[in-house]
């Protein structure tokens, strides 16, 4: 059996913080986590806590030990500790390809009639040194608000300068 678990007795300042800190937080399970340490400081065991805060037994040991180790900082959601790893698309990286997509790849050096998201991500990747995915290239298209689509090869313009277009184009099926 597990010898139970109370946190330390606290100072006048130390609930007073605590109290504050419950009743200021916007985060919903700051503010439970505040509440374990004021109900574990009235003297209710482990076991009793747990049901009142809707959380297990292991739950409120584990808010306990982390508020005797850190602190209030150790009622913090720990995600904001660690909150993965830095971006590797910078603003350079998305401005270079907002400038490519603008433009013929040809006029660039590329030997396409049109961009796809590998060539983007290659040619921006050769430009810029941060190498992505096609998906992320299509995240920030789309991000940015552009459509991509199959290109569609088509000669009706030149066929529309064609003054005898109408007459060889025949009449219209209906559909």
């Not at 907002?98 to 030997?111: F, I, M, T, W």
């Not at 796809?116 to 299509?138: H, M, N, S």
Request: aromatic letters at 6%.
């Amino acid at each position: 059996m597990r010898p139970p678990v109370f946190v330390h007795p606290l100072s006048d300042e130390e609930l007073r913080a605590l109290q504050t800190r419950y009743r200021q937080t916007g985060d919903a399970e700051e503010r439970t986590r505040c509440q374990i340490i004021l109900l574990s400081h009235q003297g209710m065991k482990v076991q009793d806590i747990a049901p009142v805060v809707l959380k297990s037994a292991d739950t409120v040991r584990r808010t306990i030990r982390r508020y005797e180790a850190k602190g209030l900082d150790g009622l913090r959601d720990r995600r904001h500790d660690h909150p993965g790893p830095t971006p590797k698309v910078t603003p350079a990286w998305e401005a270079e390809l907002l400038h490519a997509v603008e433009q013929d790849p040809r006029s660039l050096g590329v030997n396409r009639a049109t961009w796809t998201a590998p060539l983007l991500a290659d040619y921006v990747a050769q430009k810029t040194g941060i190498r992505v995915g096609e998906e992320r290239v299509r995240h920030y298209l789309h991000t940015h608000h552009y459509a991509y689509l199959r290109p569609t090869w088509t000669v009706a313009h030149l066929a529309r300068e064609d003054p005898e277009y109408e007459e060889k184009r025949g009449p219209l099926r209906p559909s």
